[in-house]
């Protein structure tokens, strides 16, 4: 078994979604945590010899660091297949990847608008069209996932999956940001209670 270093944050939600892989997995692994907000660690030196771009998280596999959240749960789905996160439909899998990186592209740079606009930036900076383009982008994906939900336990067939992992993670923040599941997007909520209720969802916070 390999050993695992992974430096990560609490909130950050692609930090989440490697937690929750390794967690699925039954992995273990020694954290770093990093503190950002007061002391900007992923900024020095000795963090950017590990990861040059400064972005978390970064897992270090006897030695060797891999960044960026979605090479990393593909390394780990590789080198660990049981349980697979990765359904065996080729067609399902190109589903799975389509779903993740809107998840990890458009959608999250829309709760990126309102975290910083609405909680981040000095009143005066703060662009209120932005948030409210950003809110709209959120409902928007809101609807698209409940429907790619319809009939489905998971948004793939085949079972749990990256794509799951990633959209509870965007869950998450979604709610930190005080913007709640719309009770008429059943198949949204339905889904999300199953995925907070797998042992795994306790590395959300850990």
Same mark, same amino acid.
């Given at each position: ?7 990560? $944050? ?12 390794? !967690?699925?997995?039954?992995? $273990? ?28 998280? $970064? ?19 590789? !080198? ?14 190109? *589903? ?18 309102? =975290? ?6 000095? #009143? ?20 698209? =996932?409940?429907?790619?939900? !319809? ?32 009770? *008429? ?13 797998? #042992?795994? !969802? *306790?590395?959300?916070?850990?």
């Amino acid at each position: 078994m390999p050993k695992f270093v992974l430096y990560h $944050t609490i909130q950050s939600p692609f930090a989440r979604k490697v937690r929750i892989a390794m !967690a699925e997995k039954g992995l $273990t692994y020694e954290k770093v945590l990093l503190d950002l907000a007061t002391k900007a660690e992923h900024r020095k030196p000795e963090y950017l010899r590990l990861n040059p771009h400064g972005r978390i998280p $970064t897992l270090i596999v006897d030695g060797i660091p891999i960044y960026e959240s979605t090479s990393i749960v593909e390394y780990l789905n590789e !080198a660990f297949p049981n349980p697979p996160l990765l359904p065996k439909s080729l067609i399902e899998r190109a *589903r799975v990847r389509m779903i993740e990186e809107t998840i990890d592209g458009p959608y999250m740079e829309a709760l990126r608008t309102v =975290l910083f606009n609405v909680f981040r930036l000095p #009143p005066a900076e703060r662009n209120t069209k932005a948030v409210e383009e950003a809110r709209k982008k959120i409902g928007w994906h809101n609807d698209w =996932l409940d429907r790619e939900l !319809a009939g489905r336990e998971f948004l793939v067939n085949g079972g749990i999956s990256v794509a799951d992992i990633a959209g509870l993670c965007a869950m998450e923040f979604q709610r930190r940001l005080e913007i709640g599941i719309d009770p *008429r997007h059943r198949n949204l909520v339905t889904w999300y209670d199953r995925m907070k209720s797998r #042992p795994s !969802a *306790r590395a959300l916070m850990e």
